[in-house]
């Protein structure tokens, strides 16, 4: 019964920030790595960036020094900073978890339903 819910995702100028959230809820035993991936219209989804459970992170090149992924281990949520966002940001975002969700299980990736996020030139 573990899902990912993601929120934050909205219409902004050129410019703007957001700020994006995923909370994983349900079974969960452990969380490894968490990250977020987007998929704008008419392209493949591709990975925006990545977090381990000890907190490394790494990025796509495009959103280098604009955005920042960090995660709440407490609340079992992954976060995106998105600051000074362009047009080519524009995608619909998703969240996933490598989630082990009981001690008997393996764990696996979990996804999102994503969130849209909009930016206007």
């Known amino acids: ?26 079974s969960i035993f452990r ?4 990250g977020w991936y987007r998929q704008a219209q008419g392209k493949q989804r591709e990975l925006v960036a990545h977090i381990t459970s000890g907190g ?9 020094g604009r955005f920042t992924i960090s995660r709440d281990n407490a609340k079992n949520t992954v976060y995106l900073q998105m600051n000074s966002l362009k047009p080519e940001d524009t995608a619909v975002y998703y ?24 930016v206007s030139p």
């Open 1 to 26: 019964q573990v899902q990912l819910v993601e929120s934050g995702g909205g219409l902004v100028q050129a410019g703007g920030s957001l700020r994006l959230s995923c909370a994983a809820s349900g």
């Open 31 to 34: 969380i490894n790595n968490m």
């Open 56 to 64: 490394s992170t790494n990025y796509a090149d495009s959103v280098k």
């Open 95 to 118: 969240c996933y978890a490598d989630i082990r969700a009981t001690l008997a299980m393996r764990s696996m990736d979990y996804w999102g339903k994503g969130t849209l996020v909009t």
